[in-house]
């Protein structure tokens, strides 16, 4: 089998946001995924002045989104983050997704701690534990539930 691609959408603006990511990535890496981390790219798109040129970031981050294997979309916050709403649901029926949500708060559902139109994703992932290893270990469990079939 060639190495899944794994596109990671979340949130990226706090320090703790950006850490988790670069964590979670690490992990999958190590265990032969190819990882597409959106905030990686970023550096790509900044110009002179230090702003960020966000509609060619943007247009890239669908791009790579749409041509991933998995998208794993970080389902956390009081509301999920806009951007990584958009990236799930733009590749609805395009490919696998994956929603992971480690925020024990609960929402309008009461069921996914989400929006109930999340419940559209092919799964979600709750976790309320501390440890990203065991967090990963439930990812490349269900990414490999989709690759039997």
Do not use: W
């Not at 002179?48 to 998208?71: H, K, Q, V, Y």
């Not at 997704?97 to 799964?123: C, K, P, Q, W, Y």
Request: net charge negative.
């Amino acid at each position: 089998m060639d190495r899944l691609t794994i596109y990671l959408a979340g949130p990226l603006f706090t320090l703790a946001e950006r850490n988790f990511n670069q964590e979670l990535a690490r992990h999958l890496r190590d265990r032969g995924f190819g990882v597409i981390l959106p905030q990686d790219a970023a550096e790509m798109y900044r110009r002179n002045d230090g702003s960020l040129d966000m509609p060619s970031m943007a247009r890239n981050c669908m791009e790579r989104a749409t041509g991933a294997d998995f998208i794993v979309a970080i389902l956390d916050g009081a509301d999920v983050d806009s951007g990584t709403a958009y990236e799930a649901g733009s590749a609805y029926g395009r490919g696998i997704v994956i929603g992971v949500r480690t925020d024990f708060r609960s929402s309008e559902d009461g069921h996914t701690g989400v929006n109930a139109m999340f419940r559209l994703l092919d799964a979600i992932i709750r976790y309320s534990g501390n440890d990203i290893e065991e967090l990963c270990n439930l990812i490349v469990e269900t990414i490999h539930e989709f690759s039997k079939t």
